[in-house]
C-alpha cells in the first residue's frame, strides 16, 4: 500500500527555521516526483518545492526560492522540505505529494495521485 506519512511542523519564530519529513511507504522514490503543498488560511492550496524522480531537478516558487531545501533519501523512503529565514507568510498546512513520473516536476496538483495527511507550521511570535 502506497502512503505518504509527514513528520515536523510546529511553531516558529520569524527568522527561523523548520525541517519537515515525509515518510514515503511502498514507494520506488526514483520512480516518483515529490512535491510540497502549503495552504495557509482562507487561501488555496500553493505548489512550494517540488523534486523530480531521477533526483537531479528542483523547482521552487519565487516565495521560497533561496531560503527552502527539498530533498530526498532513497534508501530511507523519505522526502524532506527545509525551511529557512521563515516569515509569517509562510504560515499554513504542508502537504507531500507524490506522483509516477520522470517528466520534470511541477505544482498542478491534480498531476499528484497520493498525499500525506498534512502538517501545521505556525510562523509567530
Known amino acids: 500500500q502506497l502512503q505518504l506519512v509527514q513528520y515536523g511542523g510546529g511553531l516558529v519564530k520569524p527568522g527561523g527555521s523548520l525541517a519537515l519529513s515525509c515518510a514515503a511507504s511502498?514507494?520506488?522514490?526514483?520512480?516518483?516526483?515529490f512535491a510540497w503543498f502549503r495552504q495557509a488560511p482562507g487561501k488555496d492550496r500553493e505548489g512550494v518545492a517540488c523534486l523530480t524522480s531521477s533526483g537531479g531537478g528542483a523547482n521552487y516558487v519565487a516565495a521560497v526560492k533561496g531560503r527552502s531545501i527539498v530533498s530526498k533519501i532513497n534508501a530511507e523512503s523519505t522526502v524532506y522540505l527545509q525551511l529557512n529565514n521563515l516569515k509569517p507568510e509562510d504560515t499554513g498546512v504542508y502537504y507531500c505529494a507524490a506522483v509516477y513520473s520522470g517528466r520534470p516536476c511541477g505544482f498542478h496538483m491534480d498531476e499528484y495521485d497520493y498525499w500525506g495527511q498534512g502538517a501545521q507550521v505556525t510562523v509567530s511570535n
Open positions: 511502498g514507494f520506488r522514490l526514483d520512480y516518483y516526483n
